[in-house]
C-alpha cells in the first residue's frame, strides 16, 4: 500500500466513509484521500468559499461529507466574525476558579443575569481585575463634580456594582483643621502588597474604618450615604453571606510627629519646596482655608492637598483591589496635568496596566448656571456661617488659582489613549474618547441622558385590587370599589399639586439674586434651558396590567400624555402566580425558605419567574428616561416595581431594596436637586377623600415576607 507523505496532508482526519480530509486553504481546494481497492488517490474537492464556516461538528469529527439522499451537509450562511475578540487581560488562573492569575477574557457582568465559575452571582468577580473601573474626576470649583459622581455612584449602585466616592476635599478638610490623619503609612509597604495582589497569594487590608481616625470616618460615611439613622429599621431575617475570597494580612501604621511628616511629604513631593524662611509657614495647628490655602505659593499647604490626593487614591485602590469593590470615584480638581500624570503613575505602580480607568471632566460655560453653582459652594462647609458676599469674594480667589495652572483634558489624554469623557454645561454638551469597558460604558451612557431641570417624579401602587382583597400575588385582576376611588382621589390631588408647583417655582424665581439677599430661597436650582418659562408636561405611566391602567383612568389625557410599559410591570411569580403566600408556604415550603434567605437574589421558579434583580434590569431604560427627561411624571406601578424605584432615588443599600414597605394607599413625591433628591410622601386619607403630607415619614422595613 502506498503512502501518503505526512507533511502532504496536515490535520487529516478520517471519515467514516473511508476519506480523510484535509482543513481548507484560504488560497487552495480542500484536499480529500479516497481509498479505492486499499490504495490512497488524491482528489480534490470544490472549497467552500472563505468567509462561510466550516461543516458542524459531532464527537470531535467532522460531519460526514455526504448525507442522506447524497445532499452534502449545508454550510452556515453565518460570515466569519471581522470584529476583534474580548480584550484579554491578566486576570486569574486556576481550573477550580481559585486565586491564581491566568488570562482572560473581561465581558459585562450584570448579577442576575450572567453566572460564570469565578462569578456565580454575576458580580464582577474580586479577581478581575480588568472588569473593574477607577473614574477620575477633573474641573475646576463650582462645576458640578460632585454632583455627577453622587448621582452615578447612585446609578452604579442600584445596578449591583459596588461603588464608591472618596472625596480628597473632605479629607483635607480634616486634616488642614488639625486633626491629624495617620499618614504617615508605610508606602513602601502598602505599595508591595497591592503589586503583589497579582501574584499567588491574595492579600486584604485591614477594614477601612479601623485605619480611619474619628474625623475621617465622620467625612467618609458622609461623602457615600452611609450617615447612621438615615437607612431603614433592622429586619432580623438571614442574609447571604458574601466572604472575600483572599487571605488576611495587615499593613504597618504609625503616627509621626508634625516635623516628621512634612519632612516626609517634602522628600515624597520635591517640586513643592519649603518655604524660604520658617516665617512664611503657617505653624497654627489649625490652618485657613480660605482662597489663600490654594495659593502655591503656600507650600506647606500645597503639600498637605498633595498628600491628601494621593491618600484618598491610595485607599480607593484598596477598596477595588483588596476589598471587593467595582467602582472607585476619585472626587477632587485634578486640574494640572502633572496631578493627573501622578494619579495615572500611582494606578498603574499598584493596580497594573489591567485597571479600567476613566477622566470625566465637567466644564461650566453657561454664567447662569456656574453662579448658581458658586452660590451652592457657598452655603457647604467650606463658607458655613460666613457673610456671602465675603465669602462668594473668597471663593472666586480661590477659582481664580486654579484657572491659572488649569490644563483641560485633550491632546495629553488623546496622545496617550487615555479614555474620557467631557461634559459641558452638566450635559448639554458631551464629548468622549476611547470608550473602553463595560462599566465606562454604562456610566458614559448615564451621563449622557441626565439634566438638572426642576421637576417632580411621583410613584405610587395602583389602587387596592380584587386580587389584593383576596390576599394573592401576581394576577391581572380589577380594582376594587375602593381602588376606584383611590384612583379619582389622586387623580385631582395631583392636578393640584401642579398647579401650586408652578406657583411655587415663579415665587423662587422671584426671590433669588446672587449674591443672595435676605429671604432668599436657598439655593436655587442651576438647570441650562431656553424654555423654564413654558408649562411643563406631565406624564403618567402605568404597567400592562388592568389594576394599573384602571388607576389612570381619571386623568385627563388632554392635560396628561398617558403610556402604558410593559417594564412597570409586577414582579412575574411563575408558577406561584395567583397563589396566597400561606398557600406559597405549604405547597412550596423549601421555595418558601429560599425566598425568605435571598429575596434580592430569589428568582420565582416556573415560566416568566422573575427576581429583584430582573426587575432592576428590565428597570434600567425607565430610569435613564426619567434621569433625561424635563417634564413631571407619575409612575402608577406595583410593590415591586416601587420598591426598586424608590431604592434608586434614595440610594437604599443592597440588602434593604426587596425589604421596603410600600403599602397601598401611598404616594411618594421625588423632585431632583443639587445636591440630592427632595423627598416626601403623602397617605391617602378615605374620610376626607384627599391626601396627608406626613412630614416625618422615613422609608422602613416591612414586618412581613411580602
Same mark, same amino acid.
Given at each position: 500500500?502506498?503512502?501518503?507523505?505526512?507533511?502532504?496532508?496536515?490535520?487529516?482526519?478520517?471519515?467514516?466513509?473511508?476519506?480523510?480530509?484535509?482543513?481548507?486553504?484560504?488560497?487552495?481546494?480542500?484536499?480529500?484521500?479516497?481509498?479505492?481497492?486499499?490504495?490512497?488517490?488524491?482528489?480534490?474537492?470544490?472549497?467552500?468559499?472563505?468567509?462561510?464556516?466550516?461543516?458542524?461538528?459531532?464527537?470531535?469529527?467532522?460531519?460526514?461529507?455526504?448525507?442522506?439522499?447524497?445532499?452534502?451537509?449545508?454550510?452556515?450562511?453565518?460570515?466569519?466574525?471581522?470584529?476583534?475578540?474580548?480584550?484579554?487581560?491578566?486576570?486569574?488562573?486556576?481550573?477550580?476558579?481559585?486565586?491564581?492569575?491566568?488570562?482572560?477574557?473581561?465581558?459585562?457582568?450584570?448579577?442576575?443575569?450572567?453566572?460564570?465559575?469565578?462569578?456565580?452571582?454575576?458580580?464582577?468577580?474580586?479577581?478581575?481585575?480588568?472588569?473593574?473601573?477607577?473614574?477620575?474626576?477633573?474641573?475646576?470649583?463650582?462645576?458640578?463634580?460632585?454632583?455627577?459622581?453622587?448621582?452615578?455612584?447612585?446609578?452604579?449602585?442600584?445596578?449591583?456594582?459596588?461603588?464608591?466616592?472618596?472625596?480628597?476635599?473632605?479629607?483635607?478638610?480634616?486634616?488642614?483643621?488639625?486633626?491629624?490623619?495617620?499618614?504617615?503609612?508605610?508606602?513602601?509597604?502598602?505599595?508591595?502588597?497591592?503589586?503583589?495582589?497579582?501574584?499567588?497569594?491574595?492579600?486584604?487590608?485591614?477594614?477601612?474604618?479601623?485605619?480611619?481616625?474619628?474625623?475621617?470616618?465622620?467625612?467618609?460615611?458622609?461623602?457615600?450615604?452611609?450617615?447612621?439613622?438615615?437607612?431603614?429599621?433592622?429586619?432580623?431575617?438571614?442574609?447571604?453571606?458574601?466572604?472575600?475570597?483572599?487571605?488576611?494580612?495587615?499593613?504597618?501604621?504609625?503616627?509621626?510627629?508634625?516635623?516628621?511628616?512634612?519632612?516626609?511629604?517634602?522628600?515624597?513631593?520635591?517640586?513643592?519646596?519649603?518655604?524660604?524662611?520658617?516665617?512664611?509657614?503657617?505653624?497654627?495647628?489649625?490652618?485657613?482655608?480660605?482662597?489663600?490655602?490654594?495659593?502655591?505659593?503656600?507650600?506647606?499647604?500645597?503639600?498637605?492637598?498633595?498628600? $491628601?490626593?494621593?491618600? /484618598? &487614591?491610595? *485607599?480607593?485602590?484598596?477598596?477595588?483591589? #483588596?476589598? @471587593?469593590?467595582?467602582?472607585?470615584?476619585? +472626587?477632587?480638581?485634578?486640574?494640572?496635568?502633572?496631578?493627573?500624570?501622578?494619579?495615572?503613575?500611582?494606578?498603574?505602580?499598584?493596580?497594573?496596566?489591567?485597571?479600567?480607568?476613566?477622566?470625566?471632566?465637567?466644564? $461650566?460655560?453657561?454664567? /447662569? &448656571?456656574? *453662579?448658581?453653582?458658586?452660590?451652592?459652594? #457657598?452655603? @457647604?462647609?467650606?463658607?458655613?456661617?460666613? +457673610?456671602?458676599?465675603?465669602?462668594?469674594?473668597?471663593?472666586?480667589?480661590?477659582?481664580?488659582?486654579?484657572?491659572?495652572?488649569?490644563?483641560?483634558?485633550?491632546?495629553?489624554?488623546?496622545?496617550?489613549?487615555?479614555?474620557?469623557?467631557?461634559?459641558?454645561?452638566?450635559?448639554?454638551?458631551?464629548?468622549?474618547?476611547?470608550?473602553?469597558?463595560?462599566?465606562?460604558?454604562?456610566?458614559?451612557?448615564?451621563?449622557?441622558?441626565?439634566?438638572?431641570?426642576?421637576?417632580?417624579?411621583?410613584?405610587?401602587?395602583?389602587?387596592?385590587?380584587?386580587?389584593?382583597?383576596?390576599?394573592?400575588?401576581?394576577?391581572?385582576?380589577?380594582?376594587?370599589?375602593?381602588?376606584?376611588?383611590?384612583?379619582?382621589?389622586?387623580?385631582?390631588?395631583?392636578?393640584?399639586?401642579?398647579?401650586?408647583?408652578?406657583?411655587?417655582?415663579?415665587?423662587?424665581?422671584?426671590?433669588?439674586?446672587?449674591?443672595?439677599?435676605?429671604?432668599?430661597?436657598?439655593?436655587?436650582?442651576?438647570?441650562?434651558?431656553?424654555?423654564?418659562?413654558?408649562?411643563?408636561?406631565?406624564?403618567?405611566?402605568?404597567?400592562?396590567?388592568?389594576?394599573?391602567?384602571?388607576?389612570?383612568?381619571?386623568?385627563?389625557?388632554?392635560?396628561?400624555?398617558?403610556?402604558?410599559?410593559?417594564?412597570?410591570?409586577?414582579?412575574?411569580?411563575?408558577?406561584?402566580?395567583?397563589?396566597?403566600?400561606?398557600?406559597?408556604?405549604?405547597?412550596?415550603?423549601?421555595?418558601?425558605?429560599?425566598?425568605?434567605?435571598?429575596?434580592?437574589?430569589?428568582?420565582?421558579?416556573?415560566?416568566?419567574?422573575?427576581?429583584?434583580?430582573?426587575?432592576?434590569?428590565?428597570?434600567?431604560?425607565?430610569?435613564?428616561?426619567?434621569?433625561?427627561?424635563?417634564?413631571?411624571?407619575?409612575?402608577?406601578?406595583?410593590?415591586?416595581?416601587?420598591?426598586?424605584?424608590?431604592?434608586?432615588?434614595?440610594?437604599?443599600?443592597?440588602?434593604?431594596?426587596?425589604?421596603?414597605?410600600?403599602?397601598?394607599?401611598?404616594?411618594?413625591?421625588?423632585?431632583?436637586?443639587?445636591?440630592?433628591?427632595?423627598?416626601?410622601?403623602?397617605?391617602?386619607?378615605?374620610?376626607?377623600?384627599?391626601?396627608?403630607?406626613?412630614?416625618?415619614?422615613?422609608?422602613?422595613?416591612?414586618?412581613?415576607?411580602?
Amino acid at each position: 500500500m502506498s503512502k501518503v507523505p505526512s507533511k502532504s496532508v496536515p490535520d487529516c482526519r478520517s471519515e467514516p466513509n473511508g476519506e480523510v480530509r484535509a482543513p481548507p486553504s484560504k488560497f487552495s481546494a480542500a484536499l480529500v484521500l479516497r481509498k479505492t481497492n486499499g490504495v490512497s488517490k488524491k482528489v480534490e474537492s470544490p472549497r467552500p468559499q472563505a468567509d462561510l464556516k466550516p461543516p458542524p461538528v459531532a464527537n470531535g469529527h467532522h460531519a460526514p461529507s455526504l448525507a442522506k439522499d447524497g445532499v452534502g451537509i449545508a454550510l452556515s450562511d453565518t460570515p466569519m466574525p471581522t470584529a476583534p475578540s474580548s480584550p484579554r487581560t491578566q486576570a486569574m488562573k486556576n481550573n477550580s476558579g481559585g486565586s491564581t492569575p491566568r488570562i482572560r477574557p473581561t465581558t459585562l457582568d450584570i448579577p442576575g443575569l450572567t453566572r460564570s465559575k469565578v462569578s456565580p452571582d454575576g458580580r464582577i468577580s474580586q479577581r478581575d481585575v480588568g472588569s473593574k473601573l477607577v473614574i477620575v474626576m477633573v474641573g475646576l470649583p463650582a462645576r458640578g463634580k460632585s454632583y455627577i459622581t453622587k448621582k452615578m455612584a447612585r446609578y452604579l449602585n442600584w445596578l449591583q456594582h459596588d461603588t464608591k466616592i472618596f472625596n480628597v476635599g473632605e479629607r483635607r478638610r480634616v486634616v488642614a483643621s488639625g486633626h491629624r490623619h495617620s499618614s504617615s503609612i508605610a508606602h513602601a509597604n502598602s505599595g508591595s502588597l497591592i503589586r503583589g495582589y497579582n501574584g499567588v497569594n491574595g492579600m486584604s487590608s485591614v477594614p477601612d474604618r479601623a485605619r480611619l481616625d474619628a474625623p475621617h470616618l465622620a467625612a467618609k460615611i458622609l461623602i457615600n450615604g452611609e450617615t447612621p439613622g438615615e437607612g431603614l429599621t433592622p429586619l432580623y431575617l438571614p442574609s447571604p453571606v458574601h466572604p472575600h475570597q483572599i487571605r488576611g494580612s495587615t499593613m504597618g501604621y504609625s503616627i509621626a510627629h508634625d516635623d516628621e511628616i512634612h519632612a516626609e511629604l517634602e522628600a515624597k513631593f520635591p517640586e513643592l519646596t519649603r518655604a524660604s524662611t520658617p516665617d512664611e509657614e503657617q505653624e497654627t495647628e489649625a490652618m485657613d482655608q480660605s482662597a489663600s490655602f490654594f495659593d502655591p505659593q503656600n507650600k506647606k499647604a500645597a503639600l498637605i492637598r498633595e498628600q $491628601c490626593a494621593m491618600d /484618598t &487614591l491610595d *485607599e480607593l485602590l484598596e477598596y477595588i483591589l #483588596l476589598d @471587593g469593590g467595582s467602582v472607585g470615584i476619585l +472626587d477632587a480638581t485634578n486640574s494640572t496635568l502633572m496631578r493627573r500624570k501622578q494619579i495615572m503613575n500611582r494606578i498603574r505602580e499598584r493596580a497594573g496596566p489591567e485597571l479600567n480607568v476613566l477622566f470625566v471632566e465637567s466644564v $461650566c460655560q453657561d454664567k /447662569t &448656571l456656574l *453662579e448658581s453653582n458658586m452660590r451652592l459652594k #457657598l452655603s @457647604g462647609p467650606d463658607y458655613d456661617g460666613k +457673610d456671602p458676599v465675603a465669602a462668594l469674594e473668597d471663593f472666586k480667589k480661590r477659582v481664580a488659582i486654579y484657572e491659572r495652572n488649569y490644563v483641560p483634558l485633550g491632546d495629553y489624554e488623546e496622545d496617550n489613549n487615555m479614555p474620557y469623557v467631557k461634559m459641558v454645561d452638566v450635559g448639554r454638551k458631551v464629548i468622549s474618547h476611547q470608550i473602553r469597558g463595560f462599566l465606562s460604558a454604562q456610566a458614559v451612557y448615564y451621563l449622557l441622558n441626565f439634566n438638572l431641570a426642576p421637576r417632580i417624579i411621583w410613584v405610587t401602587r395602583h389602587g387596592e385590587s380584587l386580587d389584593n382583597v383576596a390576599g394573592k400575588i401576581g394576577g391581572d385582576s380589577d380594582l376594587s370599589d375602593n381602588g376606584r376611588r383611590y384612583a379619582q382621589a389622586m387623580a385631582k390631588f395631583i392636578e393640584h399639586e401642579r398647579k401650586n408647583w408652578e406657583i411655587h417655582q415663579a415665587d423662587k424665581a422671584a426671590n433669588t439674586h446672587f449674591p443672595p439677599h435676605p429671604g432668599d430661597h436657598t439655593p436655587p436650582n442651576p438647570h441650562y434651558s431656553a424654555d423654564d418659562g413654558e408649562h411643563k408636561n406631565f406624564c403618567v405611566w402605568t404597567s400592562m396590567l388592568k389594576r394599573s391602567i384602571q388607576t389612570a383612568e381619571y386623568f385627563d389625557e388632554e392635560e396628561f400624555e398617558v403610556k402604558q410599559m410593559r417594564m412597570l410591570d409586577e414582579l412575574n411569580g411563575g408558577i406561584m402566580e395567583g397563589l396566597t403566600y400561606d398557600e406559597i408556604r405549604m405547597q412550596y415550603e423549601d421555595e418558601y425558605n429560599r425566598r425568605r434567605m435571598d429575596k434580592l437574589g430569589y428568582r420565582y421558579p416556573g415560566p416568566g419567574g422573575e427576581g429583584y434583580l430582573d426587575v432592576i434590569n428590565r428597570l434600567r431604560p425607565v430610569i435613564v428616561e426619567l434621569e433625561r427627561m424635563t417634564d413631571h411624571c407619575l409612575l402608577i406601578t406595583h410593590r415591586s416595581v416601587a420598591r426598586v424605584l424608590l431604592a434608586y432615588f434614595r440610594g437604599l443599600r443592597r440588602d434593604e431594596v426587596a425589604d421596603l414597605d410600600c403599602p397601598l394607599g401611598m404616594l411618594y413625591q421625588l423632585e431632583p436637586k443639587p445636591y440630592g433628591v427632595e423627598f416626601k410622601a403623602w397617605r391617602y386619607n378615605s374620610d376626607t377623600d384627599g391626601f396627608d403630607l406626613l412630614p416625618d415619614y422615613k422609608l422602613r422595613r416591612s414586618d412581613t415576607i411580602h
